[in-house]
């Protein structure tokens, strides 16, 4: 047999965002994926992003968790199995089940997710199992539930196509839900709808925005207080939900001072919100991360509630969902306080029915510790065994450092993940390795509901289980197998689907009883559905008849009085956090595509010019950021896109990316009330120059082993890069560099002592292996230059920093899917090229993906014609 002789492309759902864009994946018979969108799926007919695009490049096995470890060492899975369910049956045996936890994963399948869940609250008893959404939508759930009596998304991603205004609120859309955005540009582009961005900082969503309003951060209760004030002033209340007169009253109490904004601005917002009856409010983690989130969300549905602008073609609010199966885990309960199938944990009825269905021995009765608790109970030592799947929480929750510790220090850790080497896998007791997108069968729900395959492409490699499995197999050896002992997941599915049926007769939105019976086959070929799927229901927008959930069947409003952030003087500013256009979350998969790391490869602060003068920082100087919780050094990046005392970071650096990076080490574990979901958006932090005695940059062919006050590693198609700052030089720059590069040979050295510069090449026949460049300032060199250069030749102008005459230096990626750099886009402006069309045609920028394109139209709009 040919064994790279193409097979069928396999129909599955991108590893990613909540979009959930369909992809046709390719195995190339050598391990590889080709990788296309589906122009069938009904989320992107096509489409895909950049990240999606690269899926291919994330599925090579290096660096891959192959078999399971026990205290760092290679075990079988019996082994860890065996112990696994040794140590969590006897610590609940000792000190009951409330002493054991799990923290797991809105990128879990919803098969592996529903089987983790029926395992701690049916089964040890116990409802101690959180998951990142927490730190993600849970002000979305618990704002849901009040408004709704329930959890439900009520529109679809065609009424951002339908509506007459879009008002994107804490949101950037464009480079979180990339292909969602697109198909609203296209709507604008065809139809002029109007686009709002409330937003403190001037993203790459506004590109399309007819309005930006650089709200005051945190303010965004208060603005749409205003909002409902004037719905009623204008007579356009047209609904009757309780809690009406009272959520009136704090609208009208507010005053628009805390908004920041201008009255023009303010009141075009109101006459577009207003004047439009189709009208999509999308929201997403500017409005969810803070600590007054879930009263945030509801001053949101107020005024979709207040209108009956809900539920209708091109109406209502919208929770963007960020992980790929953020809607399953809602789905399948699994939140600390939820039951599977939407049902509640605070209800006897609806526990108890769940319990019959499960056979179950010792249900949860009351709702577990939430994830900044979670980890807090961690650290006291009443959790004494935790398993944590499918999450980097060492990095990702607030207080990282602290997390950190408290898993460092907990009796008996347990981590599910692809990869050893995560900051959070490097502590566990056992390791389990997990299979990962491409190689694992099962379902996922995007952001409108709809639920669609995941399938397997490549073989599991080594050793490595799905998810679902493991965990059944951990069920069966603490004694309940008979419960557990699905043959794949498509039984599991179909077990769901039943539950869901027992759910919907007790009143749930969430039924998908219809796929009880699914059989091994039917699951195969399952093509996309919206839920609900059953008898009664099927699919749709939900809440447009004006019933809801709550037992009268009327909605609720709720009465919110903005809550405004108390300063700190010692700590003045305040500090913004979230995601770049191609990384994704702590990089353990993105960072290993090269086209990834081209945009941005190092952990940065976005800082106002103001703020950079006062604090005498220069731009790509390096920061210090600190407060009592935490300290991280970023590359400054003065920019007006933020305002003075809101700088902004990215989450996305980790210690294996970037030790110094790590943002959560300063957030504090500020939760909202309401749903326990943390601030993310406001550290209070003080900022001052990182002292660097020195700066480098250095590409290798292999992985660096840097030793310096900062670095920041990224990878490149043939090796790596880093860039390095230390506050003290070393004693022998060949020997440091001998070091980083772990080679031994003597390297070629240019040294130009009156400008402080220092430039060390390693070769070996004649070919680049390793450069280190280093200065007093930072290292100002055309990085794409240097990181062509490896493997290459070793030409002379090399150590002199230059490209060879023939080698045009494209400078700093700006299309990542086609490698368009932006001098290459800037020259062809130059030349002429007037339009994002224009130079798609002309240089290919642009013309896959479309992420950069607001990048392309800011270049030109920066360039004289
Ligand atoms: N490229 C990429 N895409 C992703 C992800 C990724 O890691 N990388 N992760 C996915 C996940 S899990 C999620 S949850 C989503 C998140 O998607 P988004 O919520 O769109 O992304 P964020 O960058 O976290 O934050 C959105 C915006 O909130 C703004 N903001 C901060 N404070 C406030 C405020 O007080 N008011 C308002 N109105 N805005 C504020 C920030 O400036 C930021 O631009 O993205 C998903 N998509
Ligand atoms: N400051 C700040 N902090 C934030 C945020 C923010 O905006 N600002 N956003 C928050 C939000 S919204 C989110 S969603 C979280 C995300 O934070 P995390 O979920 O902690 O981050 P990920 O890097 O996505 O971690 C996923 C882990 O699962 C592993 N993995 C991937 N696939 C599989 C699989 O199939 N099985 C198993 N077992 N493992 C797998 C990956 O290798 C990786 O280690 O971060 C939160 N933290
Ligand atoms: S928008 Fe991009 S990351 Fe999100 S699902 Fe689609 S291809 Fe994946
Ligand atoms: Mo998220």
């Given at each position: 047999m040919n064994m790279a002789a193409p097979r069928p492309a396999i129909r599955t759902t991108c590893a990613y965002c909540g979009v959930g864009c369909g992809v046709l994946a390719t195995p190339d018979g050598l391990g590889g994926l080709g990788i296309a969108g589906d122009p069938e799926h009904p989320a992107n007919f096509g489409r895909l992003c950049v990240k999606g695009a690269a899926l291919g490049e994330t599925v090579a096995l290096d660096g891959r968790l192959l078999a399971p470890r026990i205290h760092g060492r290679e075990a079988g899975w019996d082994a860890a199995l065996d112990l696994v369910a040794r140590r969590f049956s006897d610590t609940i045996a000792a000190h009951g089940p409330d002493s054991v936890a799990m923290y797991v994963s809105g990128q879990l399948l919803t098969e592996d997710y529903y089987v983790a869940n029926k395992l701690m609250k049916g089964f040890i008893g116990s409802a101690n199992i959180d998951t990142n959404s927490r730190l993600c939508m849970a002000?979305?759930?618990?704002?849901?539930?009040?408004?709704?009596?329930?959890?439900?998304?009520?529109?679809?991603?065609?009424?951002?196509?339908?509506?007459?205004?879009?008002?994107?609120?804490?949101?950037?859309?464009?480079?979180?839900?990339?292909?969602?955005?697109?198909?609203?540009?296209?709507?604008?582009?065809?139809?002029?709808?109007?686009?709002?961005?409330?937003?403190?900082?001037?993203?790459?969503?506004?590109?399309i925005a007819d309005l930006h309003l650089a709200i005051a951060p945190g303010a965004d209760a208060a603005l749409f207080n205003l909002l409902l004030a004037d719905i009623d002033r204008r007579g356009l209340v047209a609904a009757d939900p309780a809690g009406l007169a009272e959520a009136l009253a704090a609208a009208r109490a507010t005053t628009p001072a805390a908004t920041g904004l201008p009255h023009s601005a303010l009141q075009r917002f109101l006459d577009l919100w207003c004047g439009s009856a189709r009208v999509v409010t999308v929201y997403s983690q500017g409005i969810n991360q803070s600590d007054s989130g879930t009263d945030k969300v509801n001053a949101i549905l107020n005024c979709h509630l207040a209108t009956g602008r809900i539920g209708?073609?091109?109406?209502?609010?919208?929770?963007?969902?960020?992980?790929?199966?953020?809607?399953?885990?809602?789905?399948?309960?699994?939140?600390?306080?939820?039951?599977?199938?939407?049902?509640?944990?605070e209800n006897p009825a609806h526990r108890a029915a769940v319990q019959g269905f499960w056979a179950a021995p010792r249900m949860a009765e009351k709702p577990g510790l939430k994830a900044v608790d979670l980890f807090r109970a961690v650290e006291a030592g009443r959790i004494k065994a935790l398993w944590i799947i499918c999450t980097n929480p060492a990095v990702t929750m607030p207080e990282a450092d602290r997390v950190a510790r408290a898993i460092a220090g907990c009796a008996f850790t347990v981590v599910s993940d692809l990869f050893a080497t995560t900051d959070t896998a490097r502590l566990a007791h056992v390791l389990l390795p997990a299979t990962g997108w491409g190689e694992k069968d099962g379902t996922v729900t995007n952001s409108e509901r709809r639920i669609s395959r995941q399938r397997r492409a490549l073989p599991a490699p080594g050793q490595a289980r799905d998810d679902w499995r493991i965990l059944a197999d951990v069920a069966a050896r603490m004694g309940w197998g008979a419960a557990f002992a699905w043959q794949g997941p498509a039984e599991v599915f179909a077990e769901h689907a039943a539950l869901s049926g027992v759910a919907g007769a007790l009143g749930s939105d969430f039924d998908i009883s219809d796929h009880a019976g699914i059989t091994p086959d039917a699951y195969e070929a399952m093509q996309p559905f919206l839920w609900p799927q059953s008898a009664q229901k099927r699919g749709g927008r939900f809440f447009g008849d004006g019933r809801f959930h709550h037992p009268d069947g009327r909605a609720r409003m709720v009465a919110v009085t903005p809550a405004l952030p108390a300063p700190d003087p010692g700590h003045p500013f305040r500090l913004n956090t979230g995601r770049v256009r191609d990384h994704w979350h702590t990089m353990t998969r993105s960072g290993r595509a090269p086209r990834l790391s081209r945009h941005l490869a190092e952990p940065f602060l976005e800082l106002h010019p103001q703020d950079a003068a006062r604090l005498g920082l220069e731009p790509a100087t390096l920061a210090e950021?600190?407060?009592?919780?935490?300290?991280?050094?970023?590359?400054?990046?003065?920019?007006?896109?933020?305002?003075?005392?809101?700088?902004?970071?990215?989450?996305?650096?980790?210690?294996?990316?970037?030790?110094?990076?790590?943002i959560d080490a300063l957030v504090p574990g500020l939760a909202d009330p309401v749903s326990g979901q943390p601030a993310l958006k406001s550290a209070a932090v003080a900022i001052r120059p990182f002292p660097a005695a020195w700066?480098?940059?250095?590409?290798?062919?292999?992985?660096?082993?840097?030793?310096?006050?900062?670095?920041?590693?990224?990878?490149?198609?043939?090796?790596?890069?880093?860039?390095?700052?230390?506050t003290a030089p070393p004693e022998d720059w060949?020997?440091?560099?001998?070091?980083?590069?772990?080679?031994d040979?003597?390297?070629?050295?240019?040294?130009?002592?009156?400008?402080?510069?220092?430039?060390?090449?390693?070769?070996?026949?004649?070919?680049?292996?390793?450069?280190?460049?280093?200065?007093?300032?930072?290292?100002?060199?055309?990085?794409?230059?240097?990181?062509?250069?490896?493997?290459?030749?070793?030409?002379?102008?090399?150590?002199?920093?230059?490209?060879?005459?023939?080698?045009?230096?494209?400078g700093a990626v700006v299309c990542a899917c086609l490698g368009v750099g932006v001098?290459?886009?800037?020259?062809?402006?130059?030349?002429?090229?007037?339009?994002?069309?224009?130079i798609g045609e002309a240089l290919g920028a642009g013309t896959s993906c479309g992420s950069c394109r607001p990048e392309l139209r800011a270049l030109l709009a920066r360039q004289p014609a």
């Open positions: 002000s979305s759930v618990a704002g849901h539930r009040r408004a709704f009596g329930s959890d439900t998304v009520p529109g679809l991603y065609e009424d951002l196509e339908q509506a007459d205004t879009v008002v994107l609120v804490g949101s950037n859309l464009a480079w979180c839900h990339p292909v969602l955005f697109q198909r609203l540009a296209a709507a604008r582009a065809a139809r002029g709808t109007r686009v709002v961005v409330i937003d403190p900082r001037r993203t790459a969503t506004c590109d209708r073609p091109g109406m209502g609010p919208f929770s963007v969902t960020g992980q790929p199966n953020a809607m399953g885990g809602r789905e399948v309960g699994g939140l600390a306080n939820m039951l599977a199938c939407h049902l509640a944990l950021i600190a407060n009592p919780l935490g300290r991280a050094i970023l590359r400054v990046l003065v920019t007006d896109r933020v305002a003075p005392g809101h700088p902004f970071a990215p989450m996305h650096w980790t210690g294996e990316t970037a030790p110094s990076g790590r700066y480098g940059f250095a590409v290798s062919t292999r992985a660096m082993a840097p030793d310096c006050d900062y670095w920041a590693s990224a990878t490149l198609p043939d090796g790596f890069q880093a860039e390095l700052a230390g060949a020997q440091a560099a001998q070091r980083l590069f772990g080679l040979d003597p390297p070629q050295v240019l040294r130009d002592d009156s400008r402080g510069i220092l430039r060390l090449a390693f070769a070996r026949r004649g070919r680049v292996q390793a450069a280190l460049f280093v200065a007093p300032g930072p290292v100002a060199l055309s990085r794409s230059h240097l990181a062509a250069a490896l493997g290459n030749p070793c030409e002379p102008g090399l150590l002199a920093g230059r490209p060879g005459g023939d080698r045009p230096d494209g001098n290459t886009i800037l020259d062809g402006i130059r030349d002429g090229l007037a339009s994002v069309e224009a």
